[in-house]
């Protein structure tokens, strides 16, 4: 048995102990009563008893030292700002960012932010985004960090949700070369959302000027500069550090919730055995602090380990050029990336020879990560034959915050399999199964489940609504907690994720929901019933169609209302859905029994054999969706 299957095997069979050892690598101001907590199942909890502070684990023990941990760091370069939108690159030591962390988290309290008040972070990249989620952290309230790229009416939705104390944002965005402003988006937000928010702070940039609102704006640098920097407040393991919304199948977003124990040692575990990352080494995650990977891998993983964290404004390619990403890594040395393929495509495209690559000495540079989205054999192939570095494919979601399967490059490199996240990561038991529950043997294809109890730093339940938890993830397989994703294992136990059966849809490793986007449409006055599905795309993997069928007697031209539709979800959701494609039909597919055949759509989409459910009540309905999206082939439906 190799040493990955041997730790595998080991963390799953005496979790306690494997975990409890990896809680060793925390500082704890009083240690875990408990490792895994099963006396409330199926909500398991980690680290029960125990009490620490994740903002100190990032930030204080570096400088402060104590537990053995030697202090040199203080002066180490924790985060590396670079922007190439603005034309700046600024750095921040281990010292100077526990500073401004410390001060903003005093004025968060002169606001009257508590433990467990939630704080919603509305911002571009910039390092008060970092800042400000890292001072949540240091005074026990809950951020919840909203992607700049999603409108008013999904932040709106979120702030009902969270019911914020403060909201933190910024005067604006940069979008390549666009400005995009965010203060209009948030007082619109607030406007429509029914919680008010008591206070909202906002950074003013230079490219725009945020017209503040009396008694409630706060000028970040004027809060900051009349308060004084706070200590870390100690919490309980099991406090929620943050919450993050992701997409699921409806238009109500998932309130992902993250525990401040189990996600310190996760994500410190995974730093140096997924990652094989060492303390003082440069690890850049190319993502948005919107998402959970810049959750996890720009803001806490690389702090909990001691590393340098690269927090990037641009874009891979256009930020000047697709040589962008080599720049940044030869500027600061990076060891370790981690992006989305969509931005390795991004970067084939208009680069396919590599000549920007060549231009910069990469010396330092290890290995790539990829992941938000399955790897494609030529992407692989491309990325690989340019780098000539391990090029990492690994899978996990935001519910459970670190990856599920990966090649552990800090346990044992494992041969790669293009197409494969390789295996299941220590922590992980994970399962193939068929409609009925029955575990699938391999190369069988069926739903991806992880045996319960999750791992130390996955989603402990639902903000404020356990029920739903329950219903979404936990119901479907007793014992199991569902992906969504479909897959297989292959003869050699490497999985093969295959895409989402659900309605979840990925672009450009940006998750999305069509059931969203169908509420959206459902809106317009037009509009009689509708449905979304993702298709495939070169660039980013997936993008969204809408199918759209109006009510008798709307004589507007059909383009007419398709350009309407692309703008409704553009206000609404935002630019980054990337909708571009609304076709009015006469019908949809469905079944004698009403339900629209959306799986038998996606499958024409995507150029598979479609099988016509017998229950389908008027088989021309299908001719027309593959008339639509496929108007040049012949292939019958
Ligand atoms: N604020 C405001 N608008 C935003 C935004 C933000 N933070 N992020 C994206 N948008 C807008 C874009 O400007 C674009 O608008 P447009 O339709 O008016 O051009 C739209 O949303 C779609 O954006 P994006 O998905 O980024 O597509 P793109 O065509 O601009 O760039 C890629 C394509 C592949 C280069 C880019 O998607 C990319 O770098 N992807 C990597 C994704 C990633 O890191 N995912 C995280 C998981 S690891
Ligand atoms: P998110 O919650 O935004 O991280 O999106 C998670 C979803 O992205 C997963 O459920 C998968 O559908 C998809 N995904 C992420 N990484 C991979 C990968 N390496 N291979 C296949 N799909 C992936």
Known sequence: MGRLDELHRQSLEDPQRFWGEAAQSIHWYRRPRVVLDDSNTPFYRWFSGGELNTCCN??????????????????????????????????????????????FAGLLQQLGVGRGDRVVIY???????????????????????VFGGFAPHELAIRIDDAKPRVIVSASCGIEVKRVIEYKPLLDRAIEMAAHQPDRCVILQRPMAHASLVADRDIDWHEGVARV?????????????????????????????????????????????????????????????????????YIVYGPLLAGCTSVLYEGKPVGT??????????????????????????????????????R?????????????????????????????????????????????????????????????????????????????????????????IAIKLPLPPGTLPTLWNDDARFVSSYLTQFPGYYVTGDGGFFDADGYLNV???????????????????????????????????????????????????????????????VEAALVQLIREQIGAVASFKRAHVVARLPKTRSGKILRATMRAIADGKPVDIPSTIDDPAALEEIKGALHPDSQQPA
Not at 84 to 96: D, G, K, L
Not at 124 to 144: F, K, N, Q, T, Y
Not at 403 to 431: F, H, M, R
Request: hydrophobic content about 40%; proline content about 8%.
């Open 58 to 103: 990032a930030l204080d023990r570096w400088i402060d030292g104590g537990d053995g941990i030697d202090r040199r760091r203080a002066d180490q370069v924790a985060l590396i700002y670079d922007s190439p939108v603005t034309n700046t690159v600024a750095r921040f030591t281990y010292r100077e960012l526990r500073d401004a962390v410390a001060t």
């Open 123 to 145: 911002m571009p990249m910039v390092p008060e985004a970092a800042i400000a989620m890292l001072a949540c952290a240091r005074i026990g309230a809950i951020h919840s960090v």
């Open 228 to 296: 004084q920097p706070v200590p870390c407040v100690p919490v309980a393991a099991t406090d929620p550090l943050y919450i993050l919304y992701t997409s699921g199948t409806t238009g109500r977003p998932k309130g992902v919730v993250r525990d401040n124990g189990g996600h310190a040692v996760a994500l410190r575990w995974s730093m140096s055995n997924i990652y094989g990352v060492q303390p003082g080494e440069v690890y850049w995650a190319a993502s948005d602090v919107g998402w959970v990977v810049g959750h996890s």
């Open 320 to 357: 000047p050029d697709p040589g962008a990403f080599w720049r940044v890594i030869s500027e600061h040395q990076v060891t370790t990336l981690f992006t989305a393929p969509t931005a390795f495509r991004a970067i084939k495209k208009e680069d396919p020879g590599g000549a920007h690559f």
């Open 359 to 447: 231009r910069y000495d990469l010396a330092s540079f290890r290995a790539l990560f990829l992941a938000g989205e399955r790897t494609d054999p030529d992407t692989y192939h491309w990325a690989t034959d340019l780098l000539r570095r391990p090029v990492i494919d690994h899978w996990w979601q935001t519910e459970t915050g670190w990856p599920v399967a990966a090649n552990c490059l800090g346990i044992e490199a494992l041969p790669v399999k293009p197409g494969s996240p390789t295996k299941p990561v220590p922590g992980y038991q994970v399962d193939i199964l068929a409609p009925d529950g029955t575990v699938l043997p391999a190369t069988r294809e069926g739903a």
């Open 498 to 560: 295959m895409g989402r059966i659900d309605d979840v849809i990925n672009v450009a490793g940006h998750r999305l929901s069509t059931g969203a986007m169908e509420e959206v449409i459902a809106t317009h006055p037009a509009v009689a019933e509708c449905a979304v599905i993702g298709v495939a795309d070169e660039l980013k993997g997936q993008v969204p169609v809408g199918f759209v069928v109006l009510k008798a007697g709307i004589e507007t031209e059909p383009a007419i």
